[in-house]
């Protein structure tokens, strides 16, 4: 049965915050369909997943491309779970498409304008990732040139920039936060694992971020991250990720009573 297409509306009129996890890149159906179920048995409606990875080398796993696509798609007629994937050029922009029900644009593409153009063209949400080399406002002018397209379904998520500091992955800046929910309209989300660098700094992370006021989370989660093809480190297992849903919640919980 043809659904019809998701839109940021529908998404913050069911939850007022949003969980989007799972695995840094597809690997297999058994992995896939563990996570969502995983996922949708603690309610979170939303799960990311890369079928296209852009690696910083060429030498590493790249993704499963349309197969890892094709699995996203069993996840969801499985379970109902709304997938996010990252789109990394033009050339496969079609097929993402198809697939997803919000389209990823990532860290190193965060300035690819002609991508920016494309997806902006298009009826679907678009989640842009801050390239870690951007600031705020050079962020800002990337979402606009999505949304001069006509395309305004847009999510925008703070992931870490380089700094001098080595001893996390990237830094996490958290001013970027409130300071984008002045400037844009849209929803402001972080994602916690790729700054974090390992698992054990997700949680605080995560805590600093809606401490600030983000609307939203992406964290890696996986089965057994310690053999996950990508981004083994700082990838959540389902227990990590479950008390670090529960901290979450109740953190903002005590914060809407004041
Ligand atoms: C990702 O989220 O899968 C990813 C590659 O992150 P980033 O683009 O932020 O490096
Ligand atoms: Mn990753």
């Known amino acids: 049965m043809m659904m019809p297409d998701l839109t940021i509306e529908d998404i913050f009129s069911r939850e007022k ?4 996890a799972g695995p840094c890149a597809v690997e297999s159906e058994e992995q896939v369909l563990d996570t969502a179920r995983f996922l949708k048995s603690l309610g979170v409606n939303f ?8 690696r910083t080398s060429p030498r590493s796993f790249q993704g499963l491309k349309e197969e890892g696509l094709k699995i996203l798609a069993k996840a969801k ?28 644009i990532g860290s190193r593409n965060c300035q ?39 395309n305004n379904q847009i999510i925008m998520v703070e992931r870490g920039i380089r700094t001098f500091e080595s ?6 800046d958290i001013s970027a936060v409130p300071v984008l929910k002045e400037r844009v309209p849209y929803p402001i989300f972080v994602d916690p694992s ?22 939203g ?30 901290r979450v919640n109740a953190l903002r919980d005590t914060i809407s009573k004041f």
């Open 17 to 20: 915050f949003i969980f989007i």
């Open 47 to 54: 799960m990311r997943g890369g079928a296209y990875k852009p």
């Open 77 to 104: 007629d499985e379970t109902g779970i709304n997938i996010i994937t990252e789109v990394m050029d033009s050339d496969n922009l079609s097929t993402v498409t198809k697939y997803a029900d919000i389209l990823q």
């Open 112 to 150: 690819n304008f002609s991508l920016l153009r494309r997806v902006g063209e298009l009826n679907k949400p678009v989640l842009i990732k801050r390239g870690f080399g951007n600031t705020v406002d050079e962020f800002v002018q990337a979402s606009e040139y999505i949304s001069n397209g006509g």
């Open 167 to 172: 001893s996390t992955r990237f830094t996490l």
């Open 194 to 215: 790729h700054p974090a660098g390992l698992a054990r700094y997700v949680e605080p992370l995560s805590l600093a971020s809606v401490g600030a006021g983000a609307d």
């Open 217 to 246: 989370l992406m964290i890696e989660v996986h089965p057994d991250p310690q053999n996950a093809l990508s981004d083994s480190k700082q990838q959540l297992n389902f227990e990590q990720f479950r008390l670090l849903f529960d």
